[in-house]
Each structure stands twice: as C-alpha cells, then as structure tokens.
C-alpha cells in the first residue's frame, strides 16, 4: 500500500513539474559584417610602409673554383668596383695563353692566305677555311680571356655588404652567392593597398606624401613608381613609391632600407564628386523592385535606404551616385536574409 503511495506522489510530482517547464524561446541574433563608405570625390587614406633597398643584389661569380681572397665581412661598405673576392686564377691563365697561342697562329696563316689569294696562289675555299679558323679561335681566347676576368668579383655599385655566404679557401660554384649587396641609401618606399582600392592609383590628381618614425615632424613628397594589378595571394596590391623631395636627394634626411613610415594618399577627383562606393554583394534588389542596402544605425538596427548605381570598379565595388553619405554603414553580406528593423550583431 505504501508503495501504491508513493508512486502516486512521484507521478503527480513530475506532472505539475512538467506543466510548469514551459519551453522558452532563444531569440537568435543574426550576424552581419558592415562596410563604412568613404567619398569618392576626396580620397584621405593612410597605409603603413617601408623604405626599401632601391638597388639589391646577390653576388656571384660566372665560374667556379676555390676561393683565395675574400675581402668581405656582415655591416662592411663598399664603393663601386671594389674588389670582394677572387678565385685561384691557375687553371683559367693556363687555358687563355694556350688559346691566345692558337689564336696567333691562327690569325697569321689567315694573314698569310689572304696574300697569296691576292696572287691567285691558294683557292678561295682555303681562305674561306683559314678565316673560319682564325674567327673560330679568337672566339675561344675571349672566352677564355672573359672566364679569366670572372675569377675576380667586383662591388658593382656602393653599398652596404648585408650578408656574407662563403668563408676564404671555400669552393664556389658557378652561380653560388657570395654576398648580398644592398645600396645603404634609397628613396623608394613600398606599401599594399586592399585590392578594391586598385581603381585609386590610375585617378589624377594623386598626392603622395611620406613620414618616417624616424623623422616624425618632417612630411616628404612622393611620387607613383610601380605597382601590381592583381593579388594572387589575396593579400593585397603591392604598390611602390619614390620620395622625390629634394631635401632628401641632397642628403639632409638619409633614408635607409627598412625605416617603417605612414604613406598618405589623397585625391580630389571631381567627376566623382558627392558619390560613394559599396561591394557589389550589398546590392538589396527585392522583387518588389528597387535598388537597396541594408543600413546599420548606432543601435544595431538596420533599414533598408534607397541608392542610385553608377559604375562598377575594381573587383567587387560600385558606384553610388546617390542615397549614400561618406562613414554610413552598410551590411555587405547576406542582405537577403534580413528583414525591416530586424536587430544584428556585428562582426568584426
């Protein structure tokens, strides 16, 4: 009987538990990733750079053989036409006196055939044999005499030596580095800029301006040197520029590879003044019609707004001639998902 009881009171426990766990519901945030719209007509924008070596080169020689002389240490300054290293000369002096030898002999029978063509003593075809030889062994001597000029390895302009790869007495192979060479002075410096930001560097009325850590009160012009139109590592353009401020090409500011500076970019381009830019992917075009995106406020709100396209530029961007101001956020993914007034998070 006690037990009947008890399974009674159990029951009746887990039913009034039961009726009173009503199930609750978990509203979901949905997730979206803004983009800030800049004004096309004035352009403002700062990128992190790096001077860089303007002239770099790896050393080596076009021969081989064992080194006997190599006047090269890490940090050591060169001028052009310094004398780094050399190779044992033996081998290679040998082999240019045998060819200069058969060159000579060569050259003086050819001498001595063309005088006896002259009087019809020889044939043209021994001439023609004897002019053959004689340019075929003056190639060899200056092949010979050029392998020699290739024991010794020249600085081919001043720099700095940045790393040395052999030790003296070593062997060095033909196309082995030596040295590294880097001029210790340069006006180049390189920065990447987001790939779609690509249609900016073809606009006019560009100006470039540089400020290194090193020199944080002095501004220095630049001008567009180079760039890559693609990124195949999607990692950005790589863009390079040259200070052409005068105060550095007289050497009152010295800049050397590897000094970190702040790169500004701007550009007043009036055909495209009042308009804006946004990724094509926030294009909002429902059936109803109309061309819209999807606005963020400050609250996390988002609305739909209105827009006129112009057109298309870079790899995913377009035009708006209207509807949008500069630094209004927009959602630039998954605008389908979305819904009049609905509250996002948003991802950094």
């Excluded at 009160?217 to 760039?227: G, P, S, W």
């Excluded at 009036?270 to 308009?275: D, I, N, V």
Aim: glycine fraction near 6%; hydrophobic fraction near 40%; aromatic fraction near 8%.
């Amino acid at each position: 009987m006690f037990k009947n009881v008890l399974s009674i009171l159990l029951f009746a426990l887990l039913l009034i538990y039961g009726c009173s766990s009503t199930p609750t519901k978990n509203d979901s945030v949905r997730p979206v990733k803004l983009y800030k719209t800049e004004s096309l007509g004035l352009i403002n924008k700062d990128f992190a750079g790096m001077s860089v070596a303007e002239e770099i080169a790896e050393l080596a020689f076009r021969v081989s053989g064992q080194l006997t002389l190599l006047d090269a240490e890490d940090g050591k300054i060169v001028d052009k036409g310094f004398l780094i290293a050399r190779l044992d000369p033996r081998d290679f002096q040998y082999k240019e006196d045998a060819a200069r030898s058969v060159m000579v002999s060569a050259k003086a029978r050819f001498e001595r055939m063309g005088r006896l063509l002259k009087h019809q003593a020889v044939s043209l075809q021994d001439y023609e044999i004897a002019k053959t030889q004689y340019e075929e062994s003056k190639s060899a001597f200056e092949n010979a005499e050029g392998a020699l000029e290739d024991t010794r390895l020249f600085a081919p302009f001043y720099g700095n030596i940045e790393k040395t790869y052999l030790n003296n007495y070593q062997r060095a192979n033909a196309g082995e580095p030596v040295v590294r060479l880097v001029a210790p002075r340069t006006a180049k410096v390189k920065f990447t800029m987001p790939d779609n930001a690509l249609s900016l560097l073809s606009l006019p009325d560009m100006r470039l301006t540089v400020r290194f850590d090193n020199y944080p009160n002095v501004l220095f012009t630049a001008r567009m040197h180079e760039y890559v139109e693609s990124s195949s590592d999607a990692t950005g353009i790589p863009v390079a520029i040259m200070i052409d401020d005068p105060r550095v090409n007289k050497g009152k500011y010295l800049i050397s590879p590897g000094m970190s500076c702040n790169v500004n970019m701007k550009i007043n381009n009036k055909s495209r003044e009042g308009m804006t830019a946004v990724p094509v992917n926030a294009i909002y075009s429902p059936a109803s019609g109309g061309t819209l995106v999807w606005v963020c406020d400050n609250d996390g709100i988002v609305h739909t707004q209105s827009v006129e396209l112009g057109d298309l530029f870079g790899s995913d961007m377009v035009t708006v001639k209207k509807g949008l101001a500069p630094n209004t956020e927009v959602v630039s993914a998954g605008v389908y998902r979305l819904s009049e007034g609905e509250k996002v998070k948003v991802l950094k």
